[in-house]
């Protein structure tokens, strides 16, 4: 004859399903699209279109005009802020974006990405720093204009490429960029993620800055290159999300689905 359940077992078997429920309950707000989640998209679907709306235009424009006249007033106004180490630090950042030290860099970040595990990660970062520098190599191609000269503004030293749009800032906003938002959904909150995300963001601003200040890009081809670039980090980010249930599904580390959500962080 078979034996009633001990009442002990009951109460444990009803705490296991409670459990489940507050797991289910807590994965929800991760998932669930929200009136806040369908704001912020659009909103960025707004900026992504302005963007690419906006670098045609300069497209089309710097094609035939050397510089605008905004061009000479922000880059005058940016070359007279003087202050303790600033054109050392403009000098520094704009250095990092050198090859052979830029592609050295880029290479060491995305080799560690891979040895740690974060195997489709690098690969994607990979597609963003190389992906974003051929295109704007071939843009630049087309555009073919002339960068600053001596008798308009201070040049620090004179290259002899082309102007538009800047390859530094191509290459910061997206692979930079790209890490920033690695930080943010693949590493728990902490200092170091924190850290990580604020130097990302730093770099890519000052960048931008340093080109104009050392006479060796105009305004306008930086403007340029951050529309170009935040447009191609976010195809990236969107192939990467597309991706990251489909290839490297087993790597070591991080193997779930991106989401900026809590469940990412320590608990």
């Known amino acids: 004859m078979a034996t009633d359940t001990p009442i002990s077992e009951l109460k444990e078997q009803a705490k296991r399903e409670e459990n489940k429920i507050e797991k289910t309950d807590a994965r929800a707000p991760a998932t669930a699209t929200s009136p806040v989640r369908q704001y912020r998209a659009y909103l960025f679907q707004i900026y992504i279109i302005a963007a690419i709306v906006g670098f045609s235009v300069l497209f089309f424009f710097v094609r035939t005009t050397p510089y ?25 950042v704009s250095g990092l974006g050198f090859n052979p030290l830029s592609m050295l860099l880029t290479g060491l970040i995305i080799a560690f990405l891979f040895i740690v ?31 600053p000269t001596p008798d308009l503004v201070n040049v620090l030293s004179p290259l002899t490429d082309y102007s538009f749009p800047s390859g530094h800032v191509l290459h910061f906003t997206a692979f930079l960029g790209f890490l920033a938002f690695l930080f943010f959904t693949v ?17 890519i601003l000052l960048v931008g800055i340093s080109r ?28 990467y999300r597309w991706g990251k249930t489909r290839f490297f599904v087993t790597q070591p580390a991080a193997p779930e689905r991106p989401s900026a959500s809590s469940h990412l962080e320590k608990k």
């Open 187 to 203: 590493t728990p909150r902490s200092w170091a993620r924190t850290l990580g995300i604020l130097v990302c963001l730093a770099l």
């Open 68 to 92: 605008f006249g905004f061009d000479l007033t922000l880059s005058r106004a940016v070359q007279s802020v003087h202050g303790l180490g600033w054109e050392q630090l403009m000098i520094f």
């Open 212 to 239: 104009i200040y050392l006479g060796q890009h105009w305004p306008s081809d930086v403007f340029g290159a951050y529309l170009y670039a935040s447009v191609w980090l976010a195809l990236s980010i969107y192939l």
């Open 117 to 147: 595990g974060l195997r489709w990660e690098a690969v994607m970062a990979t597609f963003a720093a190389g992906g974003v520098t051929l295109t704007g190599m071939v843009v630049k191609d087309i555009v073919q204009r002339a960068r």
